[in-house]
C-alpha cells in the first residue's frame, strides 16, 4: 500500500535536507572553517593592537584566510613577525593557508591580526567583534576576547 509513496516521501525528505543546509555556497564553506581562541590584548584608543587565534579546516579542500574587518579599527592587516640575524622584523602577508585537515594558530611572536587605528581602548573582559575573510569566498564572523594572556587552550596549539 505504501510502496506507491514512498519515492514522493524519499523526494520530500531530501528537498527537507536541502532547505535545512546552508543557504549559499560561501556559508557551506564557511562551516568548513573553524575559529578557536580568539583573543586579543588590551590596547589604548588611537593605538594598534594584534589579535591572535587558530583556523580549523574541517574541509577536504585547502583554503586561505585573506583578510579581517572590525567596527573596532580603521582597518586589519595580516602581519608576520620574524627573527633574522638577531633583528625581530614585521612584515604585511597577503594569505595565510590553511590546508585541509590542518589548522594554523595566528600567535604572538608569528602570523597575527593587526587593529590598526582602534576606535576606543580595549579593555580585559571585552570582546572585539571581527568578520575573516577567505580565498574560498567564505566569510566566518568571530569575537576576540581582550585579555592579558592566552587562552589556556591557545596554549597548547
Known amino acids: 500500500?505504501?510502496?506507491?509513496?514512498?519515492?514522493r516521501l524519499a523526494g520530500l525528505a531530501a528537498l527537507g535536507l536541502a532547505l535545512a543546509g546552508p543557504?549559499?555556497?560561501?556559508?557551506a564553506r564557511a562551516a568548513q572553517v573553524e575559529v578557536r581562541d580568539a583573543w586579543s590584548?588590551?590596547?589604548?584608543?588611537?593605538?594598534?593592537?594584534?589579535?591572535?587565534l587558530t583556523l580549523v579546516n574541517h574541509g577536504r579542500m585547502a583554503d586561505a584566510l585573506i583578510g579581517a574587518a572590525t567596527p573596532a579599527a580603521r582597518r586589519?592587516?595580516?602581519?608576520?613577525t620574524r627573527m633574522a640575524g638577531g633583528v625581530m622584523s614585521m612584515a604585511r602577508v597577503s594569505r595565510v593557508a590553511i590546508p585541509a585537515g590542518a589548522s594554523v594558530t595566528l600567535a604572538p611572536g608569528g602570523t597575527h591580526l593587526m587593529?590598526?587605528?582602534l576606535a576606543r581602548a580595549q579593555r580585559p573582559g571585552e570582546e572585539i567583534p571581527a568578520v575573516l575573510s577567505f580565498a574560498s569566498g567564505a566569510r566566518v564572523r568571530t569575537r576576540l576576547a581582550v585579555r592579558i594572556e592566552?587562552?589556556?587552550?591557545?596554549?597548547a596549539h
Open 115 to 117: 587593529l590598526i587605528g
Open 41 to 52: 590584548r588590551p590596547a589604548a584608543a588611537g593605538a594598534t593592537g594584534a589579535g591572535y
Open 76 to 80: 586589519v592587516e595580516i602581519h608576520r
Open 1 to 7: 500500500m505504501f510502496g506507491i509513496f514512498r519515492p
Open 150 to 155: 592566552p587562552p589556556k587552550t591557545a596554549m
Open 23 to 27: 543557504a549559499s555556497a560561501a556559508e
